[in-house]
């Protein structure tokens, strides 16, 4: 069963899985939800879990995680 996601609706509690196919926009919805946690206080980076499959998803999920922390602190 899936469900309507809004990136900036109300932060997922728990444990959360995004499933979806190539070319979808996952790892820029992880990289967003995980800024938004940090940014609005509910969690540090510290606290949180993160996975993906394979090096080189890992590697763009890791580095996207870090341009969008890093657009956010200029912002702010």
């Given amino acids: 069963m899936s469900a309507e996601f809004d ?5 997922p509690t728990g ?6 196919s190539a070319g979808t926009g ?3 919805t992880i ?4 800024t938004r ?3 609005e206080g509910h969690a540090r980076l ?4 993160i996975i993906t499959f394979g090096r080189a998803a890992t ?7 870090r341009a969008q ?6 912002a702010l």
């Fill in 15 to 20: 444990t959360t899985v995004l499933e979806a």
């Fill in 69 to 74: 922390l890093r657009e956010a602190e200029l």
């Fill in 59 to 65: 590697e763009e999920l890791r580095e996207r995680v």
């Fill in 31 to 34: 990289a967003a939800l995980v």
């Fill in 46 to 49: 510290s606290q949180m879990l």
């Fill in 7 to 11: 990136l900036l609706g109300p932060l």
């Fill in 26 to 28: 996952k790892t820029y």
């Fill in 37 to 39: 946690y940090v940014v």
